[in-house]
């Protein structure tokens, strides 16, 4: 990772590159260094950092998809969007997930070189290069009358702008967000929608799930119960994706009553992206490990997820980001401290989000890159 430190905020990056391809990818996390800052001015602060980024060390790339975690959707949201509105070609996802280090924003951007970007009429946002197409979404919403309502359209609708994309739920989307407005209450909701809607789709235990976290957030308007962000790519070939279990540590999701994937691989001629779900402290048998002790549970989540890495091949050294949620303000500082000893050098955030199961105090999801040497698929 490389940290830069600007006037009113710090940028850690994390970048890939290969001789086998031109496309080169940074996941970079932006925070305000300056907590004092109203926030017009913390916004301004990361927006600058980014164009400076963008112009200079990370030579041109080009955003390709955008968090904003932010303390106050209500209040704040309006400004996100209002200075988005020059930027039309990423998908952008605002939700309110405080940030832990008493900022009221910051900002978890996804970048790329030698892509092509465009909005597309179904909705989706394309990134394109060579055989590839990535189509990203964000921040999909209604409001209907409950989570399971909410759920059920967000997910017919993307279903039906896929298939206007010639893709296919079971066969392209690789990765979704649930952000779940009251998630004690409202996640039961999401669950319900999201197993009965996947049934239809084809995606079942014998056939496989799709990688996604169900966390605590919520958009400025309190009716909107769920807000969904999803990736999928089309071009892919037989064999390419594949899905992580780690079964001596973990269970299979279905057990429990939900449905998606603990992590998933892709494999591309010259990388391998590995994205893995919100994982917490839980053993192969469903039960939470460690109830009430969030360092403990921080631990044995690192071991959740390294066993996940490891089946894909992977190691921490290949995290390109984390972003790691917290049920209860109080135990950052704990595991802050933790996250800095183990994890100096990979771009993170760590916010206020509710896990989906009330005893789980912390839950973490990350993505990785690593060189691929298999040569059976076309380069990314």
Request: net charge negative.
């Amino acid at each position: 990772m490389k940290e830069i430190i600007f006037d009113k905020t710090c940028a850690e990056i994390a970048s890939f590159t290969t001789a086998d391809s031109e496309v080169a990818e940074h996941h970079v996390m932006i925070h305000v260094t300056d907590h004092r800052l109203p926030y017009s001015s913390q916004l301004k602060a990361i927006d600058d950092t980014l164009t400076q980024l963008v112009h200079g060390q990370l030579g041109g790339a080009k955003p390709v998809f955008k968090r904003y975690f932010l303390s106050d959707a209500y209040n704040q949201s309006g400004e996100v969007l209002w200075l988005e509105l020059d930027y039309s070609d990423y998908a952008l996802s605002v939700i309110q997930q405080s940030p832990l280090d008493g900022t009221k924003i910051a900002l978890w951007v996804y970048l790329q070189t030698h892509v092509e970007t465009r909005a597309l009429p179904s909705g989706l946002y394309e990134v394109r290069h060579g055989s590839y197409r990535h189509l990203w979404n964000a921040s999909a919403h209604n409001l209907a009358k409950n989570s399971e309502y909410q759920t059920r359209l967000l997910l017919n609708e993307y279903i039906m702008q896929l298939a206007q994309e010639g893709c296919r739920l079971a066969d392209n989307c690789i990765r979704t967000w649930f952000f779940v407005n009251d998630v004690d209450n409202n996640y039961p909701g999401v669950v319900k929608a999201r197993n009965q809607v996947f049934f239809t789709q084809d995606l079942t235990d014998d056939t496989h799930f799709i990688a996604s976290t169900g966390i605590g957030g919520r958009q400025a308007d309190p009716k909107v119960l769920s807000q969904m962000d999803n990736y999928a790519i089309d071009g892919l070939q037989p064999g390419q994706v594949s899905y992580l279990y780690a079964a001596h540590r973990l269970n299979r999701t279905s057990d429990y009553g939900v449905s998606f994937e603990r992590g998933t691989c892709v494999d591309y001629g010259d990388r391998r992206h590995v994205f893995i779900s919100g994982t917490a402290s839980i053993n192969n048998k469903g039960e939470i490990v460690h109830p009430g002790d969030v360092a403990a549970q921080t631990r044995h989540m690192w071991g959740n997820v390294e066993a996940l890495l490891g089946e894909a091949g992977c190691t921490y050294d290949d995290v390109m980001q984390m972003i790691v949620y917290l049920r209860d303000i109080a135990d950052y500082d704990t595991v802050r401290q933790l996250y800095d000893e183990r994890f100096p050098h990979t771009p993170r955030v760590i916010v206020l989000a509710p896990v989906c199961r009330s005893g789980w105090l912390v839950e973490m999801e990350c993505m990785a890159i690593r060189s691929q040497a298999a040569r059976q698929f076309p380069a990314y």
